[in-house]
């Protein structure tokens, strides 16, 4: 008897192919997700041929298609964010990202003077700042820079909007922000 039907972040394939790498490159500039190899459809388990050669394979293949171990290691180091952590369990491999303890600092900050004396200044004015020098700054971006998620990003421009104080014209991969007075 099936466990669980298919959803938006819920994905069954029988067997794996490499055409999949784009769900989990969906799954990973979205919400997240999960995509299970060895169910059906209906989520049925039908198992695999060779479960231990796809969970050393699937890190190889996606580290080969730009998103490798090394580069997110070393993006976390230059963001100076926590280290991902790894781990490889039999319902698949793991990827976790640990967000720094507070992310409303300005910017990097080198010595104890310096982040003691540097305001803070709240997501939302960070946001309207990143608006101002670039209204055509996609969320992904905006989620970047600021070091937060995509969630966190919408959940501060619908505050914004509600706010009256921007507003977004024109389609949503191509449009712009503006800075309402």
Known sequence: MPDKSETQILEFKESWRD???????????????????????????VGLKSSKCLLEDIPN????????????????????????Q?????SGFWVTFRFAS??????KTTSK????????????KRIVELIEENPEITRKEMAAILGITLDGIKYHLQKLKAA???????????GRWQIKS
């Open 86 to 90: 790894f781990s490889i369990e039999a």
């Open 61 to 84: 293949k996606v580290e080969l298609w730009g998103r490798g171990i090394d580069k997110m290691i070393e993006s976390c180091r230059a963001e100076e964010m926590p280290e991902p």
């Open 113 to 124: 003077a310096t982040s003691k004396t540097t305001p803070k200044i709240s997501t939302a």
């Open 19 to 45: 055409e999949y790498l784009r769900t989990i490159c969906a799954f990973a500039n979205s919400t997240g997700g999960k995509l299970v190899i060895g169910k059906d459809d209906n989520g049925n388990l």
């Open 164 to 174: 009256g104080k921007i507003h977004h014209t024109g389609p949503a991969r191509s």
């Open 102 to 107: 507070d992310q409303t600092t300005t910017s």
